[in-house]
């Protein structure tokens, strides 16, 4: 992967369909415990791009395929995910992004405005339990 020269003079790097931190992964994702599937933790991420952000330090991260919506800075770089999923799942609510967001206005520059996620919101303010391993009480009665 390389590091992209852009007119914007950004730092930026390449952003492919997947995860990008796995060491530790729970940066960037719920807790296990909050997840409708608790094994996403072990489909997602890739140590090799994990080194290649921390060697480039880019402003911004752009990533995918969990359909988790994220907006926040991790280790000094900001990670934005914004999915738009598949139609069921935005008619039931699961995703709430209904059009690709907006990493730079040509009249406001970069950072684009804080894009309000759920889950990257709730850790903003509330701090990670991983000792805790009652499921959450949305969870529990799938594994009943």
């Known amino acids: 992967m390389q590091h992209i020269h852009n007119p914007f003079h950004l730092n930026c790097t390449p952003f492919p369909p997947f995860h990008p931190l796995s060491d530790p992964i729970t940066e960037l994702l719920p807790e296990k415990r909050m997840l409708f599937f608790p094994n996403l933790a072990k489909l997602v991420g890739s140590r090799p791009l994990a080194r290649r952000i921390e060697a480039l330090r880019p402003d911004a991260h752009v990533f ?12 000094g770089v900001r990670f934005l995910q914004s ?62």
């Open 83 to 144: 999915p738009l999923g598949y139609p069921h799942e935005r008619k039931a609510g699961i995703v709430h992004t209904q059009e690709p967001l907006c990493l730079y206005d040509t009249e406001k520059g970069f950072p684009a405005e804080h894009y309000p996620f759920h889950w990257s919101d709730h850790y903003r303010t509330t701090a990670r339990n991983p000792h805790i391993l009652d499921l959450a009480p949305w969870v529990a009665p799938r594994y009943a």
């Open 64 to 75: 995918g395929h969990t359909h988790i919506g994220w907006d926040g800075v991790v280790r």
